[in-house]
């Protein structure tokens, strides 16, 4: 019996050996060697890149990046105009050669699926052969604490738009003749239950299944890609600091290195690592990261709730 309890240790122990090392290889060959596909060969010379959320943050950085590195023409979909009219600046000084549009869009205003078929139709000559949806909103309070509308909201934008611009785009993409790209930003917080932010969390764990599972159906024609980080420096998380944050710049370099090769990226190793780890912990307790986890403390609070009132009086 003991003898055989020891055999079964020994092939467990080689099993999760070998899954380490070859996590470890992908990890090496992904990081060290691995150049990313010549966007205009795979998707099409001149096409364009359209990005949701491109007026801040993570979506802001992508615009940029999409423009000066890749030199793809952008399309910035954002709610603000005046926002989306600076951020189209930068962009447009960030590589004179490119062009650029705007496209004025409220997630929060516009639900059904015919406002969103609109932005396409408005659309319709150009050659978008990407699509970058980064819009996201999130609202780090308990359950009870929330007001419906922001419970809404969150829905709205990060699964309603989401997945309407997917479907809508992946409709138009079949009908390319090269292949086309859709990246949806999903967050390490899809990975894990996530007590005190639970709608967020709910909403970036539904955008994982749906790109994977999107990503699968249309592999032939369709290249699709989850973007999970952990915390960027953006207003989202009230510029976070620390060690296991990284810049929003970090994001463009790390998608198109991936884009066409996996189905899910983040931005660091410490998030690849956090993501690499969770699954095996949640068999043994789905808890066990929220025990990790650091709740804010009062002064993080305090700081959230000054930048949150300071960009309402700016909204106001
Ligand atoms: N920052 C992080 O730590 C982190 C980590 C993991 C995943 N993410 C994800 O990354 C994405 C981008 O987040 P971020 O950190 O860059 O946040 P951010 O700086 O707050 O930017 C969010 C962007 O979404 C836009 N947006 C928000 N609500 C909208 C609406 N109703 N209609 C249209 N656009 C709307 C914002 O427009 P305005 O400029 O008009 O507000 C802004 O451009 C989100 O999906 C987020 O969940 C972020």
Not at 89 to 95: F, I
Not at 197 to 203: D, E, L, P, S, V
Not at 206 to 227: H, N, P, Q, W
Not at 279 to 299: A, F, G, Q, R
Request: positive net charge.
């Amino acid at each position: 019996m003991f003898c055989c309890l020891n055999q079964v240790a020994y092939f467990v122990g080689l099993f999760v050996i070998g899954l380490v090392a070859m996590k470890f290889g992908f990890y090496v060959q992904r990081n060290f060697f691995r150049k990313g596909y010549d966007v205009h060969e795979r998707y099409g010379k001149d096409s364009w890149i359209l990005i949701t959320g491109a007026t801040a943050g993570i979506g802001l950085a992508l615009t940029k990046y999409s423009a000066k590195v890749k030199g793809l023409n952008v399309i910035l979909l954002g709610r603000n105009q005046e926002k989306l009219e600076a951020s189209e600046k930068e962009v447009k000084a960030s590589n004179p050669k490119i062009k650029t549009k705007t496209y004025k869009f409220d997630f929060t205003k516009n639900s059904g699926y015919k406002s969103y078929l609109k932005i396409s139709e408005d659309l319709k000559d150009l050659d978008i052969s990407m699509i970058i949806n980064c819009a996201g909103i999130e609202d780090m309070r308990p359950i009870l604490t929330l007001e419906e509308e922001v419970m809404e909201n969150i829905t709205l934008t990060n699964v309603n738009g989401l997945s309407l611009l997917t479907l809508i785009f992946a409709k138009r993409f079949a009908k390319r003749d090269q292949r086309s790209a859709i990246i949806n930003v999903s967050s390490h917080a899809g990975y894990a239950p996530l007590p005190g932010n639970a709608q967020y969390g709910a909403t970036k764990a539904f955008i994982r299944s749906l790109t994977k599972a999107v990503g699968y159906e249309l592999r032939d024609k369709l290249d699709m890609l989850c973007f999970s980080p952990g915390y960027v420096c953006t207003g989202l998380c009230y510029y976070r600091k620390g060690f296991e944050v990284v810049s929003p710049d970090d994001c463009g370099p790390c998608i198109f290195r991936d884009l066409g090769y996996d189905t899910e990226n983040q931005p660091s190793t410490l998030h690849e690592f956090i993501a690499f780890i969770v699954p095996p912990i949640l068999l043994v307790n789905e808890n066990i990261p929220n025990l990790i986890l650091e709740p804010l403390t009062k002064d993080e609070f305090k700081r959230m709730e000054e930048i949150r009132s300071k960009e309402n009086k700016k909204d106001s």
